[in-house]
């Protein structure tokens, strides 16, 4: 079975405070993960892709093959960081999500 | 360069009524697939294609139909609303190769 676990349904957190967005995932084959990013009622956007390891926005992720994980990253947050994360798995036919993680950052 | 493009953007029903959720995408990509996004439940799939003609069940398939006559257009069908189905509905498409997903803009509907 392939899953996504996203342990933390909220997290607050001071402006320019670092920031740790959790995600752990399941999955027998070679994993393709992603971090989605959703503004208050817009649609989900792409943030970042493991194999591309880029960063956008000042965030980063690394894929932890050892501990299956993929947490989200940044060093400062900023009160334009607030929104809705969901980190999610592509095994080539389907996405699977995780239940995501309201992320507020307190000015 | 539209992306994907999904209407309408609001709709309440009737418990009962029927209606179809409308889905199109421009960037000629072969996977498309429909999610309803409930609070405390993320995204969770309805239903998927690969390209037309074919079609498959994802994890809460049940009261919902899909056909994929095109590359474009991916359709979700409610057959009869029920208040279950009161949700906000995302369509996504996407790259063969897993280079991620791009979504609509999203149809919340109520069912009453």
């Known amino acids: 079975a392939q899953r996504v676990t996203q342990p933390e349904k909220l997290l607050s957190v001071f402006k320019g405070a670092p920031v740790e967005l959790k995600c752990n995932y399941s999955y027998s084959g070679s994993p393709e993960l992603f971090w989605y990013v959703q503004y208050s009622r817009q649609r989900l956007q792409l943030l970042l892709r493991?194999?591309s390891r880029e960063s956008i926005k000042g965030f980063t992720a690394d894929l932890n093959k050892g501990e299956t994980s993929f947490h989200l990253k940044k060093p400062f947050a900023q009160e334009e960081d607030s929104a809705m994360y969901y980190c999610a798995l592509d095994t080539g036919n389907q996405f699977y999500f995780g239940t995501g993680t309201s992320l507020t950052v307190i000015p | 360069n539209a992306g994907v493009t999904q209407t309408p953007k609001f709709q309440v029903l009737k418990t009962g009524q029927s209606m179809t959720l409308q889905c199109a995408q421009d960037m000629n990509h072969e996977y498309m697939s429909w999610y309803r996004q409930d609070p405390g439940m993320g995204l969770r799939l309805i239903h998927y294609?690969?390209?037309?003609?074919?079609?498959d069940q994802g994890e809460v398939p049940n009261g919902y139909n899909v056909s994929r006559s095109t590359t474009e257009d991916f359709p979700l069908r409610l057959l009869s609303a029920a208040p279950s189905q009161t949700s906000v509905y995302f369509c996504?498409?996407?790259?063969?190769?897993?280079?991620?997903?791009?979504f609509g803009q999203g149809t919340r509907l109520t069912v009453v």
């Open positions: 493991h194999i």
């Open positions: 996504a498409s996407s790259y063969r190769g897993r280079r991620g997903a791009f």
């Open positions: 294609s690969v390209g037309a003609g074919i079609t």
